[in-house]
Structures are given as structure tokens and as C-alpha cells.
């Protein structure tokens, strides 16, 4: 057995590996349509001596540096057909094993869903709906009189990482300012994606639209707090399609509750969901989604087929474009 499906949920993997994926892979690399899971894995571990290339996604199990090297001898690469490979990916990499994944085909949606609430927020269109039903036609116009449009506002966007680059590429077509906080992004860098770089408290205060892209790892936990929201302009929105844990949470409600004007729209949170009875919920000025800026239905097999491309250039010996490094983990979401 060359290639392998290894995963702890069927009905994932083969929405990411659509049948045209998987037939091709078979034709490659020999591998079947079936799942593989952990306890497999450890029920049998002379079956997969001979396995040199895993195929996953969401729901890909943890091994130690030492089980990987017990039970899959053979193994070269592992093609993550998914988004961050934070639990898995380290002990892979330490045991020699190669590591790509599909980051970049699930930020196309984030990117995607971030650009659609960055035009409606410079629009007014969440203040304005909350003040419509509120308080009538009259607030809402007097509201949207006061917002300046998709025409010269100034977007915030912190970390410029496959996402927020992506973003800020696609909000191009706009004519819009954007300022950028990233500690690993470089001036050279800036100037090429043609934003300027700032610090937190300034994009604050400057942007309209702040939207959070930031790595998720210790040094970003916590990072978003009640000093940086309310430095918020007047009707200014926040979005978070990153993580929920770089929020002070407590902190952002009560922003909310003191700052009627200001919205925040949540796609995470921490815990995710939240608790039940979180002020999140009743909020009027804050609007929840389950997690749904990543890839969903159809989107899904953008990242098959991205891990499909890496394999065949891997294999062929040629340039592969989605390999991760352990010094990679340190910023990558």
C-alpha cells in the first residue's frame, strides 16, 4: 500500500477527495476508497509498513514522533486537505515526514466571505438594518448619510497571512485605504501589496472595517482587548473570521453594551459556539455565524484537488507550492 486515506471521519474525506479526486489518486499511487482511523492504525501497524503517502482532512488523528516511526516506516508526505495542521503537523515534521496542506484553497472562501462583509459594513448595511427595525426609516437613512461607502473608507485588516493577503488583494477592486498590522510583514512586502503598515491602537482608531486574520497561537491569545475596541470610530465594525481565543470576549461585550453604534460580526468565538445564555446571543449590535467562512458544500473539494496538484508536482520533482515548515507553525494560523 503506497497511498493511504487516514482520518477519524468518513463522510469529511470524501467530500474533500470527490470521486474524480480519488480515481486519480488510485491511478497514481494505489490508494483505495477506504478510511483509515487511529485505532486502525494501532490495531495493525504491520499493514501500513509499506505506506509512504497519507491523504486527510478535518478530523486527521495525532501520532507522537515515535509512533510515526513505528507505524509508518515508509511514510514521505502527509497532504492535509484542510486549513491548519497546528495539532497534527510537528510530530510529523520531527519524525522526517513532509507536510503540505490546503491553507490556501480554504482561505479562497474566508477571503471571499471577509470581502462581502467588509463592502456591506462601508455600506452601513448592519447598523443600518439594526436601526430600520429598531427605530425606523428615518435613524437608518440618517445612519447611511454618515457612512462614506466603498470609496476612499480605510479598512484595518491584522495579519497578513494567506488569508488577509488574499483579502486585501480581492478588496483591490475597490477603490479603499488599507492599513495593515502584521509584526512579520516587511516594508518591501507592504509597499508590493500596496498597503501601509500601522500599529494595533492606530488601525483601531483609523479603520472603519477591522477585520482579524492573526495567526492562532500563544502569543496571539487574548491579543484583541477592551483598550484597542474602544478606540473604535463612530458606527465602526470589527469582523473576526480568525480565531475567537485572540478576543477578550468579556471585554468586547462590554463595548457593545457601552457602544451601541459599533457592530461586531463573529464567524468564531471561544469556546465555539458559546455558552449558552453569552451576551453574544442578544446583542443587538453583535451578529454570530457557526464557523461558516471556511470551506462549506461544493467548496470543499477546492482543497482536494489542491492536494491532488501537490502530489502529482511532488512525485514528478517538481516545484511544490503548499509544503509547511516547523519554523512556518510559529505564524500560520
Same mark, same amino acid.
Given at each position: 500500500?503506497?497511498?493511504?486515506?487516514?482520518?477519524?471521519? &468518513?463522510?469529511?474525506?470524501?467530500?474533500?477527495?470527490?470521486?474524480?479526486?480519488?480515481?486519480?489518486?488510485?491511478?497514481?499511487?494505489?490508494?483505495?476508497?477506504?478510511?483509515?482511523?487511529?485505532?486502525?492504525?494501532?490495531?495493525?501497524?504491520?499493514?501500513?509498513?509499506d &505506506?509512504?503517502?497519507?491523504?486527510?482532512?478535518?478530523?486527521?488523528?495525532?501520532?507522537?514522533?515515535?509512533?510515526?516511526?513505528?507505524?509508518?516506516?515508509?511514510l514521505?508526505?502527509? =497532504?492535509?486537505?484542510a486549513?491548519?495542521?497546528?495539532?497534527?503537523?510537528?510530530?510529523?515534521?520531527?519524525?522526517?515526514?513532509?507536510?503540505?496542506?490546503?491553507?490556501?484553497?480554504?482561505?479562497?472562501?474566508?477571503?471571499?466571505?471577509?470581502?462581502?462583509?467588509?463592502?456591506? @459594513?462601508?455600506?452601513?448595511? =448592519?447598523?443600518?438594518?439594526?436601526?430600520?427595525?429598531?427605530?425606523?426609516?428615518?435613524?437608518a437613512?440618517?445612519?447611511?448619510?454618515?457612512?462614506?461607502?466603498?470609496?476612499?473608507?480605510?479598512?484595518?485588516?491584522?495579519?497578513?497571512?494567506?488569508?488577509?493577503?488574499?483579502?486585501?488583494?480581492?478588496?483591490?477592486?475597490?477603490?479603499?485605504?488599507?492599513?495593515?498590522?502584521?509584526?512579520?510583514?516587511s516594508?518591501?512586502?507592504?509597499?508590493?501589496?500596496?498597503? /501601509?503598515?500601522?500599529?494595533?491602537?492606530?488601525? =483601531?482608531?483609523?479603520?472603519?472595517?477591522?477585520?482579524n486574520?492573526?495567526?492562532?497561537?500563544?502569543?496571539?491569545?487574548?491579543?484583541?482587548?477592551?483598550?484597542?475596541?474602544?478606540?473604535?470610530?463612530?458606527?465602526?465594525?470589527?469582523?473576526?473570521?480568525?480565531?475567537?481565543?485572540?478576543?477578550? /470576549? /468579556?471585554?468586547?461585550?462590554?463595548?457593545?453594551?457601552?457602544?451601541e453604534?459599533? @457592530?461586531?460580526?463573529?464567524?468564531?468565538?471561544?469556546?465555539?459556539?458559546?455558552?449558552?445564555?453569552?451576551?453574544?446571543? &442578544?446583542?443587538?449590535?453583535?451578529?454570530?455565524?457557526?464557523?461558516?467562512?471556511?470551506?462549506?458544500?461544493? /467548496?470543499?473539494?477546492?482543497?482536494?484537488?489542491?492536494?491532488?496538484?501537490?502530489?502529482?508536482?511532488?512525485?514528478n520533482?517538481?516545484? &511544490?507550492?503548499?509544503?509547511?515548515?516547523?519554523?512556518?507553525?510559529?505564524t500560520?494560523?
Open positions: 500500500m503506497k497511498g493511504a486515506f487516514l482520518c477519524e471521519s &468518513t463522510s469529511k474525506i470524501f467530500k474533500v477527495y470527490d470521486d474524480n479526486c480519488v480515481k486519480a489518486l488510485n491511478g497514481l499511487c494505489g490508494i483505495e476508497k477506504k478510511v483509515l482511523s487511529r485505532a486502525e492504525v494501532v490495531a495493525e501497524p504491520e499493514a501500513f509498513k &505506506t509512504e503517502y497519507i491523504f486527510s482532512t478535518w478530523g486527521m488523528p495525532r501520532f507522537s514522533v515515535e509512533e510515526i516511526k513505528r507505524y509508518f516506516p515508509s514521505q508526505c502527509v =497532504f492535509y486537505g486549513g491548519s495542521v497546528q495539532s497534527f503537523a510537528r510530530e510529523f515534521l520531527r519524525a522526517g515526514v513532509r507536510v503540505f496542506s490546503a491553507w490556501a484553497a480554504n482561505a479562497v472562501p474566508v477571503a471571499e466571505f471577509t470581502v462581502a462583509q467588509i463592502v456591506l @459594513s462601508n455600506k452601513g448595511y =448592519f447598523l443600518t438594518n439594526r436601526l430600520y427595525r429598531s427605530k425606523g426609516n428615518k435613524a437613512k440618517s445612519a447611511f448619510s454618515a457612512c462614506k461607502g466603498n470609496f476612499g473608507e480605510t479598512v484595518g485588516i491584522i495579519g497578513a497571512g494567506m488569508v488577509g493577503r488574499l483579502v486585501i488583494k480581492m478588496l483591490k477592486q475597490y477603490k479603499l485605504k488599507v492599513i495593515v498590522f502584521d509584526p512579520f510583514l516594508e518591501e512586502s507592504a509597499r508590493e501589496l500596496g498597503v /501601509e503598515k500601522c500599529g494595533l491602537e492606530e488601525l =483601531f482608531s483609523r479603520a472603519f472595517v477591522i477585520s486574520h492573526l495567526a492562532d497561537n500563544e502569543k496571539t491569545k487574548g491579543m484583541l482587548g477592551y483598550d484597542l475596541f474602544s478606540r473604535m470610530r463612530e458606527n465602526a465594525v470589527f469582523i473576526n473570521t480568525g480565531r475567537g481565543a485572540q478576543v477578550v /470576549e /468579556e471585554e468586547l461585550v462590554r463595548i457593545l453594551k457601552e457602544r453604534d459599533i @457592530s461586531a460580526l463573529l464567524d468564531v468565538t471561544y469556546p465555539e459556539p458559546p455558552v449558552e445564555g453569552h451576551p453574544f446571543y &442578544t446583542l443587538p449590535n453583535c451578529l454570530l455565524t457557526p464557523h461558516i467562512a471556511g470551506s462549506g458544500g461544493d /467548496e470543499v473539494a477546492r482543497m482536494g484537488d489542491y492536494m491532488l496538484d501537490e502530489f502529482c508536482a511532488y512525485i520533482s517538481a516545484p &511544490t507550492s503548499y509544503e509547511v515548515t516547523e519554523k512556518m507553525l510559529e500560520m494560523a
